[in-house]
């Protein structure tokens, strides 16, 4: 071979790791195990590049500790279960599992050339009944432990599916695959009790030392500890049954600001007034319609029926305060009711403009404490605000401690007590869906709710279901539906409902120690496997993903599936940037649209980008890519023309991996053709002849070693682009080097070995090329030594005056004395003096050396 060939090379390494059966994961005593793990996809039936730069990170990590001594775990699988197989199977006429599975094959197909470290034999998929009859059997533990219950609650109902949306499902208020218009309804629901954890899930990320601190910000924040005052509002000429409305706050301190109190529409006290007020139940059921996030309701126009109700002020019965019905109050926070401080909250001041409630401010910034207000002042919990109306003891004292102080005044004169709360509420995870995991419970007249008989799991899935009509096929099946009572023997149902997808990915980390197990985890594999050790993923999943994936781990403990220490199951969390493209458009001659075109497309020339036909094309820079834009870059194109090592290469190479990397065409261009430069710069050292050493060898050895050193702490802190730039600098050394072939061929080898985690074909090719024992793969990773990292000779600038004027080389170990001495005497420095005498010589060890005249 006489050139850089990547499919030839690619195909031959990747049969070779095939044959030594390179990646297995076997567990062993002789080695310390590694578990890398990337978030698992989904299977949308074609990987882009941002799946190119996740897996490759992990494969980096991998690869880097298989050579480093490590026994490694770095699986693979799909989070195949959820609502886009249902819509492509209700678009096509085909069937959500048919649709699934080929979907994964296609994945799987494009994945394998990339040559990724995976054991392929712990492949699993969350939709395989050998996965979700496990997470039925979780299911029934928690069940049996208290973890989970089951309650009416008010959930997004889209009318026309007929089913259950989640928060991110609904978009304007509609349904986001219907567009119908979302209503709130009542229905029961199960529920984990993730909020019983609340308080140890945010004392844990205190011990999650190698996570972003971003992240654990982001969950601490949902979570959402808090210390405030409960007390109750007393009703004047009340409804029977409904003598007080209870407020939770966590600003006691603005209580006598207050203008109004508000309830939720699902308030009992707005569900009594509704029963009997023909104008209360049409606001009510209006209100409904629109969306239950705090996010839609803090968008949504603010809205209040007016009660007619009124009550006391705690601390003056003689104050009275409307009672308003208020869209933007939900029942599942605090405890459905408000009161309002249009001076101090700026939905409030919205609500109190609109309907002309009074708007009296309790305190005004310290240093304007005679000021005005045009808009609600919220000052910062450490800001010292002057106090104008209220409790708090000192005139001037900041936010949190005017709440202690309102809370122990509340207190003392019994008005309430302080309660801490968290803002983290119970886990729904009933779907009206088919394509979820079925939930093991039966229903049964005689016997009420009854789990089902673990010796009966799984409860599959029915293929013969029909999507032909809207809502849950589950519920038109009775063959399936209709059933025994485990308990009685009687006539049951099955429930309907499924599980919401989210609880498939909190706890296939703990599948994989075992995956083909029939009980959810096996005691040794996930005592030895487990925890994670590097977890990989987008930031997107911040919150609730990893939120719930550290809830099942503990309740995985309670329940006996996992030891305690994997009560965090992710030791370590990056989260990478995605790839970006410029997206190229042009305009609809007709109506001015824009039209999208694919990168393949357009030509770029003359600092501009055209189309075929010579069309001028606008170029939106460093888009993230969508498929409706159509700037996405095909990974399959890419390694078919330039091959895998250049797509994992260049997605590691432009930028830090925890930012954002744009994919370009030239970029990738460059990355091939740098790649074919090292195989040929190790091509023509295994050409040579032999000869003896050369005065040059030591110089480019040391700056192997420094390499070897460098492209290290790259790996093992994520900076993989840091890395890489070392290598190339490396590379650059070794093309210009006149050391002898051994030299060379000895630090060619290593080059190998250093690009082995990023480019491992053309690793192994040159580690054969020029004798290398075995796979590169298994190589034990090389050692810098710390004698040759250490300089017999340095080069320092020299500054006069702050400009560079001249450099010296000079003995590392010389003295201050002894480099004032050698700048004085050189000729440029006596030249740029002209006879004057320095001020200051300032010699900095090792960095420059300043002269001030």
């Known amino acids: 071979m006489t050139t850089y060939t990547p499919a030839m090379i690619e195909a031959r390494w990747q049969a070779a790791w095939a044959e030594a059966d390179a990646f297995k994961a076997v567990r062993s005593g002789d080695k310390p195990k590694y578990y890398v793990l990337e978030m698992f996809p989904y299977p949308s039936g074609r990987i882009h590049i941002g799946h190119v730069r996740n897996y490759t990170m992990g494969d980096v990590i991998a690869r880097y500790k298989i050579s480093t001594g490590h026994n490694v775990l770095h699986p693979m699988g799909w989070d195949a279960f959820g609502m886009p197989a249902e819509n492509a199977a209700m678009a096509s006429g085909g069937h959500p599992r048919d649709w699934t599975y080929q979907n994964i094959a296609d994945m799987r197909d494009q994945?394998?050339?990339?040559?990724?470290?995976?054991?392929?034999?712990?492949?699993?998929?969350?939709?395989?009944?050998?996965?979700?009859?496990?997470?039925?059997?979780?299911?029934?533990?928690?069940?049996?432990?208290?973890?989970?219950?089951?309650?009416?609650?008010?959930?997004?109902?889209?009318?026309?599916?007929?089913?259950?949306?989640?928060?991110?499902?609904?978009?304007?208020?509609?349904?986001?695959?219907?567009?119908?218009?979302?209503?709130?309804?009542?229905?029961?629901?199960?529920?984990?009790?993730?909020?019983?954890?609340?308080?140890?899930?945010?004392?844990?990320?205190?011990?999650?030392?190698?996570?972003?601190?971003?992240?654990?910000?982001?969950?601490?924040?949902?979570?959402?500890?808090?210390?405030?005052?409960?007390?109750?509002?007393?009703?004047?000429?009340?409804?029977?049954?409904?003598?007080?409305?209870?407020?939770?706050?966590?600003?006691?301190?603005?209580?006598?600001?207050?203008?109004?109190?508000?309830?939720?529409?699902?308030?009992?006290?707005?569900?009594?007034?509704?029963?009997?007020?023909?104008?209360?139940?049409?606001?009510?059921?209006?209100?409904?319609?629109?969306?239950?996030?705090?996010?839609?309701?803090?968008?949504?126009?603010?809205?209040?029926?007016?009660?007619?109700?009124?009550?006391?002020?705690?601390?003056?019965?003689?104050?009275?305060?409307?009672?308003?019905?208020?869209?933007?109050?939900?029942?599942?926070?605090?405890?459905?009711?408000?009161?309002?401080?249009?001076?101090?909250?700026?939905?409030?001041?919205?609500?109190?403009?609109?309907?002309?409630?009074?708007?009296?401010?309790?305190?005004?910034?310290?240093?304007?404490?005679?000021?005005?207000?045009?808009?609600?002042?919220?000052?910062?919990?450490?800001?010292?605000?002057?106090?104008?109306?209220?409790?708090?003891?000192?005139?001037?004292?900041?936010?949190?401690?005017?709440?202690?102080?309102?809370?122990?005044?509340?207190?003392?004169?019994?008005?309430?007590?302080?309660?801490?709360?968290?803002?983290?509420?119970?886990?729904?995870?009933?779907?009206?869906?088919?394509?979820?995991?079925?939930?093991?419970?039966?229903?049964?007249?005689?016997?009420?709710?009854?789990?089902?008989?673990?010796?009966?799991?799984?409860?599959?899935?029915?293929?013969?279901?029909?999507?032909?009509?809207?809502?849950?096929?589950?519920?038109?099946?009775?063959?399936?539906?209709?059933?025994?009572?485990?308990?009685?023997?009687?006539?049951?149902?099955?429930?309907?409902?499924?599980?919401?997808?989210?609880?498939?990915?909190?706890?296939?980390?703990?599948?994989?120690?075992?995956?083909?197990?029939?009980?959810?985890?096996?005691?040794?594999?996930?005592?030895?496997?487990?925890?994670?050790?590097?977890?990989?993923?987008?930031?997107?999943?911040?919150?609730?993903?990893?939120?719930?994936?550290?809830?099942?781990?503990?309740?995985?403990?309670?329940?006996?599936?996992?030891?305690?220490?994997?009560?965090?199951?992710?030791?370590?969390?990056?989260?990478?940037?995605?790839?970006?493209?410029?997206?190229?458009?042009?305009?609809?001659?007709?109506?001015?649209?824009?039209?999208?075109?694919?990168?393949?497309e357009v030509t770029l020339r003359d600092g501009g980008a055209y189309l075929a036909d010579g069309t001028r094309v606008e170029v939106i820079p460093s888009a993230k890519m969508s498929k409706s834009k159509n700037n996405v870059v095909d990974p399959v194109n890419i390694v078919k023309q330039y091959g895998a090592d250049t797509a994992r290469w260049f997605v590691l190479s432009d930028s830090p991996p925890e930012r954002d990397v744009e994919w370009t065409a030239a970029g990738a261009e460059a990355t091939h053709k740098h790649l074919g430069r090292v195989w040929r710069i190790a091509n023509d050292i295994a050409q040579a002849t032999e000869e003896g050493a050369s005065a040059t060898d030591e110089a480019l050895l040391k700056d192997m070693h420094r390499a070897i050193r460098d492209v290290t702490m790259g790996i093992e802190s994520f900076g993989f682009n840091a890395a890489i730039a070392r290598l190339y600098a490396f590379t650059n050394t070794l093309s210009r080097s006149a050391a002898s072939v051994t030299a060379r061929r000895r630090a060619a080898l290593t080059l190998a070995q250093l690009m082995a985690p990023m480019t491992p074909h053309l690793s192994e090719e040159i580690w054969s090329m020029l004798g290398g024992e075995g796979l590169i793969l298994q190589a034990p990773w090389p050692q810098a030594d710390e004698a040759m990292l250490v300089d017999a000779e340095i080069t320092l600038p020299i500054q006069i005056n702050g400009k560079r004027k001249s450099e010296i080389t000079i003995a590392a170990d010389a003295d201050a004395a002894t480099v004032e001495a050698a700048v004085l005497a050189q000729d440029a420095v006596q030249r740029n003096l002209d006879g004057a005498t320095p001020k200051k010589i300032i010699v900095v060890p090792g960095r420059i050396v300043n002269i001030v005249v």
């Open 111 to 600: 994945m394998k050339p990339l040559g990724l470290s995976i054991d392929w034999s712990r492949e699993l998929a969350t939709c395989d009944p050998e996965y979700y009859g496990q997470q039925q059997a979780l299911f029934l533990d928690f069940l049996e432990k208290g973890l989970i219950y089951r309650k009416k609650a008010v959930v997004n109902w889209d009318p026309v599916d007929m089913t259950v949306l989640a928060n991110e499902q609904v978009e304007d208020g509609k349904g986001w695959r219907s567009g119908a218009e979302v209503e709130r309804r009542e229905l029961t629901q199960w529920f984990f009790k993730i909020s019983d954890y609340s308080e140890e899930l945010l004392e844990g990320l205190d011990g999650l030392d190698d996570w972003p601190a971003k992240v654990k910000l982001m969950q601490s924040n949902w979570i959402g500890k808090s210390r405030g005052l409960q007390f109750a509002f007393g009703l004047i000429d009340a409804p029977e049954g409904h003598d007080r409305i209870e407020v939770y706050t966590t600003r006691p301190d603005t209580l006598m600001g207050a203008s109004f109190v508000g309830i939720s529409p699902d308030h009992p006290l707005a569900k009594a007034l509704e029963r009997d007020d023909p104008e209360v139940a049409a606001f009510c059921a209006d209100v409904r319609k629109g969306g239950t996030t705090e996010e839609a309701l803090e968008k949504a126009e603010k809205r209040g029926f007016d009660t007619g109700l009124r009550v006391r002020h705690p601390f003056d019965t003689s104050w009275e305060l409307p009672v308003y019905i208020a869209n933007f109050i939900l029942m599942d926070y605090g405890t459905g009711a408000i009161f309002g401080c249009p001076a101090h909250d700026q939905r409030d001041f919205e609500f109190a403009t609109k309907y002309d409630l009074p708007i009296s401010p309790v305190f005004l910034p310290a240093a304007d404490a005679d000021g005005t207000l045009t808009e609600a002042y919220v000052p910062q919990k450490t800001e010292s605000v002057a106090y104008v109306r209220g409790f708090a003891g000192e005139d001037v004292q900041t936010g949190a401690d005017a709440v202690d102080a309102a809370i122990a005044f509340c207190e003392k004169n019994g008005v309430g007590h302080g309660v801490t709360k968290f803002r983290l509420r119970d886990w729904g995870l009933s779907r009206q869906r088919y394509w979820g995991c079925p939930i093991p419970i039966i229903h049964c007249d005689t016997c009420g709710v009854v789990p089902e008989d673990k010796a009966n799991l799984p409860v599959e899935l029915p293929y013969d279901v029909s999507f032909d009509v809207p809502g849950n096929p589950l519920d038109r099946h009775p063959t399936w539906r209709d059933c025994t009572c485990p308990k009685c023997g009687g006539k049951g149902r099955r429930e309907t409902d499924t599980m919401d997808t989210f609880v498939d990915s909190s706890w296939y980390y703990a599948r994989f120690t075992a995956p083909r197990a029939d009980t959810p985890t096996v005691h040794d594999d996930a005592a030895y496997w487990m925890n994670v050790d590097q977890y990989i993923g987008g930031i997107e999943h911040a919150i609730l993903h990893l939120l719930y994936s550290r809830f099942f781990a503990r309740a995985m403990h309670m329940t006996g599936h996992l030891p305690s220490t994997a009560s965090e199951p992710f030791d370590a969390l990056f989260t990478q940037g995605m790839v970006t493209h410029a997206i190229y458009t042009t305009k609809r001659p007709l109506d001015g649209r824009p039209v999208y075109h694919y990168p393949e």
